[in-house]
């Protein structure tokens, strides 16, 4: 079975800067394309980031530039850079994959990713 692990979150103060990572535990999905979504307290999980098998990106337009997406994908391993990090950032940030890579990789839709991580907390403090 296909797990997604995140890792790499923490706290940290307004201005700074954190890189999550997300490890896809399966080789052999050469079309998979992933994304990087979060879900605040009391709000709806929103996409952040996706990139595709061929490594375009699409980006949330609230992040603002703040934020990149990459991929390795030798190691199946997805990242996400984020500076300049605000309060409003606060929130658990879970990785998704789309593990045959279907015509909507890139989506930052939450039902086009049918795999999921178990999340990791990233909190801002101002």
């Known amino acids: 079975q296909v797990h997604l692990v995140e890792s790499g979150g923490g706290s940290v103060q307004a201005g700074g800067s954190l890189r999550l990572s997300c490890a896809l535990s399966e080789s052999g999905y050469d079309n998979y394309c992933m994304a990087w979504f979060r879900q605040a307290p009391g709000k709806e999980r929103e996409g952040v980031a996706a990139i595709d098998s061929n490594g375009k990106r699409n980006y949330a337009e609230y992040l603002q530039g703040r934020f990149a997406i990459s991929q390795d994908r030798v190691k199946n391993i997805l990242y996400l850079q984020m500076n300049s990090l605000k309060f409003e950032d606060t929130a658990m940030y879970y990785c998704?994959?789309?593990?045959?890579?279907?015509?909507?990789?890139?989506?930052?839709?939450?039902?086009?990713?049918?795999?999921w991580g178990q999340g990791t907390q990233v909190t801002v403090s101002s």
């Open positions: 998704a994959a789309d593990l045959f890579g279907s015509s909507a990789c890139g989506s930052l839709y939450t039902n086009h990713y049918n795999h």
